[in-house]
């Protein structure tokens, strides 16, 4: 295991983490943990959920090897005051929302902060949304609810990112997964601190993650040694090859 571990991973000189080496890389060694999983299932009851825009990438890389379709949904976090690399919550083009309550009443955050926020990143999955929409099934979410619901019903889902910090865009999209009665959700990422995949098991139980550090977790890019930013014109042209649902 470990000979196969380190081809996809980065180890620091100091030893104190390691990091993957891409996002191509980390969807690989997450389909190799998903493969076990899901091999009793048959590929018409899975489905592949990415977050854009990194996420997508390893969607697709998963969904190659594992021969599951993959798709997109679109969900933003809301950005603490004054730090947008701090999320205080997210939100889904339904309007549906996480908000992390202890973390705004420890900021102080005012409700008309959250309020203006809100609108911001609702307008940015507008965006998108004009983006996206001739590629993807989850896009317009609420032009197509019932076709959405009957995706999701009695399916297993894995849900993919690049990495979860707070947890917040993952949590507000797990809680909307549920009222779609999935048969079970399963959460792939590359790295999340273990307070976040604490958190994230009060929503699933079914997580696999590559790098759970405990402390000095500052951000998820300091865990890649190629975190290089995904163009809307990647996403795109990941999604026009992308498999039929």
Same mark, same amino acid.
């Given at each position: 295991?470990?000979?196969?571990?380190?081809?996809?991973?980065?180890?620091?000189?100091?030893?104190?983490?390691?990091?993957?080496?891409?996002?191509?890389?980390?969807?690989?060694? #997450?389909?190799?943990?998903?493969? &076990?999983? @899901?091999?009793?299932?048959?590929?018409? +009851?899975? *489905?592949?959920?990415? %977050?854009?825009?990194?996420?997508?990438?390893?969607?697709?890389?998963?969904?190659?090897?594992?021969?599951?379709?993959?798709?997109?949904?679109?969900?933003?976090?809301?950005?603490?005051?004054?730090?947008?690399?701090?999320?205080?919550?997210?939100?889904?083009?339904?309007?549906?929302?996480?908000?992390?309550?202890?973390?705004?009443?420890?900021?102080?955050?005012?409700?008309?902060?959250?309020?203006?926020?809100?609108?911001?990143?609702?307008?940015?999955?507008?965006?998108?949304?004009? #983006?996206?929409?001739?590629?993807? &099934?989850? @896009?317009?979410?609420?032009?197509?609810? +019932?076709? *959405?619901?009957?995706? %999701?019903?009695?399916?297993?889902?894995?849900?993919?990112?690049?990495?979860?910090?707070?947890?917040?865009?993952?949590?507000?999209?797990?809680?909307?997964?549920?009222?779609?009665?999935?048969?079970?959700?399963?959460?792939?990422?590359?790295?999340?601190?273990?307070?976040?995949?604490?958190?994230?098991?009060?929503?699933?139980?079914?997580?696999?993650?590559?790098?759970?550090?405990?402390?000095?977790?500052?951000?998820?890019?300091?865990?890649?040694?190629?975190?290089?930013?995904?163009?809307?014109?990647?996403?795109?042209?990941?999604?026009?090859?992308?498999?039929?649902?």
């Amino acid at each position: 295991m470990f000979g196969r571990l380190s081809e996809f991973v980065f180890s620091l000189k100091d030893g104190s983490f390691i990091r993957a080496k891409d996002r191509f890389n980390a969807a690989l060694l #997450l389909a190799s943990f998903l493969k &076990d999983r @899901v091999k009793d299932i048959q590929p018409e +009851n899975l *489905i592949i959920l990415g %977050i854009p825009r990194g996420g997508i990438i390893m969607a697709e890389t998963i969904s190659n090897k594992l021969d599951v379709p993959y798709d997109i949904v679109l969900v933003k976090r809301l950005r603490a005051p004054n730090n947008e690399e701090l999320a205080i919550g997210a939100i889904m083009e339904d309007g549906s929302m996480y908000l992390n309550k202890d973390l705004i009443n420890s900021l102080n955050i005012p409700k008309e902060y959250i309020e203006e926020e809100k609108a911001k990143q609702m307008e940015d999955i507008r965006l998108r949304n004009k #983006l996206y929409q001739h590629y993807s &099934d989850f @896009v317009t979410i609420n032009k197509k609810k +019932n076709t *959405i619901n009957n995706i %999701i019903i009695d399916k297993t889902v894995i849900v993919v990112d690049d990495g979860a910090a707070s947890g917040a865009t993952l949590m507000v999209l797990l809680k909307w997964l549920k009222e779609k009665s999935p048969k079970e959700v399963i959460v792939a990422i590359t790295v999340a601190p273990k307070d976040t995949i604490k958190l994230l098991k009060t929503e699933t139980k079914r997580i696999e993650a590559i790098i759970t550090p405990s402390h000095n977790f500052q951000n998820v890019s300091q865990y890649y040694k190629d975190f290089t930013q995904i163009t809307h014109e990647q996403v795109i042209e990941i999604l026009k090859s992308k498999s039929i649902i």
